[in-house]
């Protein structure tokens, strides 16, 4: 079946322990993409990667880092995580061509920070 | 600055209403133009892009750039259209709204 997984699903964890979310996509996608859902802020772009090694800031990249060194994963890295950063995080993943096209999403995955 | 503008947090209307989602945005350049669909406890997914132009799910969007918007647009609601909706346009990255919350009541 084609789409797009993320783990772990659920995460609480203590400021400043780093943490990775894991995101894999079984489409041979080239561009994927992470997300941050708050309450009245809607999803926004955290970092995307139009392809293998190739990654650039979304509007909140700040306290994150990705890799993309498969094309298959696009992992979100938290080095040291902060309150703010609790939110619910979604993973994404398209084809490449001619400008965006329809972004396949994963289930996402809840971080709470304490 | 690019900017999504969805005015309404919540849109309530009864079964066989007309909808209209309102969506104005600001890019540079021409992006693509899409809607997000989300029901409850499902993924988010695309309901709608500009450059298909079709109808989807009775859903349509017209864009009107001289005032940079992209309605989504039914004229007859139902029951199972209740979700939210995020309007995303885009170029090498995609701009959410904040997203509108339909409620459609029997």
């Known amino acids: 079946e084609a789409q797009v997984t993320q783990n772990p699903r659920y995460l609480i964890t203590v400021t400043g322990k780093k943490l990775t979310v894991t995101c894999s996509q079984n489409?041979?996608?080239?561009?994927m993409s992470w997300y941050r859902q708050d309450p009245g802020l809607g999803l926004r772009q955290i970092y995307y990667s139009m392809n293998v090694e190739v990654t650039d800031k979304g509007d909140v990249p700040e306290g994150y880092k990705v890799s993309r060194k498969e094309k298959r994963n696009f992992p979100l890295i938290l080095e040291s995580p902060s309150p703010n950063q609790t939110s619910l995080y979604f993973c994404?993943?398209?084809?490449w061509g001619e400008g965006l096209n329809e972004q396949y999403f994963g289930p996402g995955t809840r971080l709470t920070v304490t | 600055a690019q900017r999504v503008t969805q005015p309404e947090k919540l849109l309530s209307v009864f079964k066989g209403a007309p909808v209209e989602l309102k969506c104005n945005y600001s890019?540079?350049?021409?992006?693509?133009l899409f809607w997000y669909v989300q029901y409850s406890r499902q993924r988010l997914q695309l309901l709608l892009r500009?450059?298909s132009r079709e109808s989807i799910k009775g859903f349509t969007a017209d864009l009107n750039k001289g005032e940079t918007s992209f309605h989504l647009k039914k004229p007859f609601a139902q029951e199972e259209d209740s979700a939210m909706y995020y309007c995303a346009p885009g170029a090498d990255k995609l701009i959410f709204g904040t997203g509108t919350r339909l409620q459609v009541f029997p």
């Open positions: 489409m041979n996608h080239e561009y």
């Open positions: 994404a993943s398209s084809p």
């Open positions: 890019y540079s350049g021409s992006p693509e």
């Open positions: 500009h450059i």
